[in-house]
């Protein structure tokens, strides 16, 4: 089993930050790309952002120059640093990975159970 925790979510002003953690484990034996997705009632489920396992990244437009993922391969773990922060960033803020399995060839995502982000204005 593999199981994606997320923590650092919250409530904060405008033009305020929060640092978003999400720790991969269990049985893991490589993660391909990890990354963050957010999704805001009414709304479909949008990439924030990603980073592979040679840390190339990919940011939505909208988000570009205010927040940077990062990863830890020691401890599998992603972060999102979101900066500047404005109400249009409220969502609920979920982990995404593609993991191979120990003694499974194939590649699964798992997500992870979702994280609340909510900007005041």
């Known amino acids: 089993q593999v199981q994606?925790?997320?923590?650092?979510?919250?409530?904060?002003?405008?033009?305020?930050?929060?640092?978003?953690?999400?720790?991969?484990?269990?049985?893991?034996?490589?993660?391909?790309?990890?990354?963050?997705?957010?999704?805001?009632?009414g709304n479909e489920r949008e990439l924030v952002a990603h980073i592979t396992s040679g840390d190339s990244t990919n940011y939505a437009d909208a988000v570009k120059g205010r927040f940077t993922i990062s990863r830890d391969n020691a401890k599998n773990t992603v972060y999102l640093q979101m900066n500047y922060l404005n109400p249009a960033d409220t969502a609920v803020y979920y982990c995404h990975a593609i993991i191979v399995r120990v003694g499974a060839p194939n590649k699964y995502q798992y997500w992870g159970q979702g994280t609340q982000v909510t900007v005041s204005s």
């Open 4 to 41: 994606l925790v997320e923590s650092g979510g919250g409530l904060v002003q405008a033009g305020g930050s929060l640092r978003l953690s999400c720790a991969a484990s269990g049985s893991i034996f490589s993660i391909d790309v990890m990354g963050w997705y957010r999704q805001a009632p």
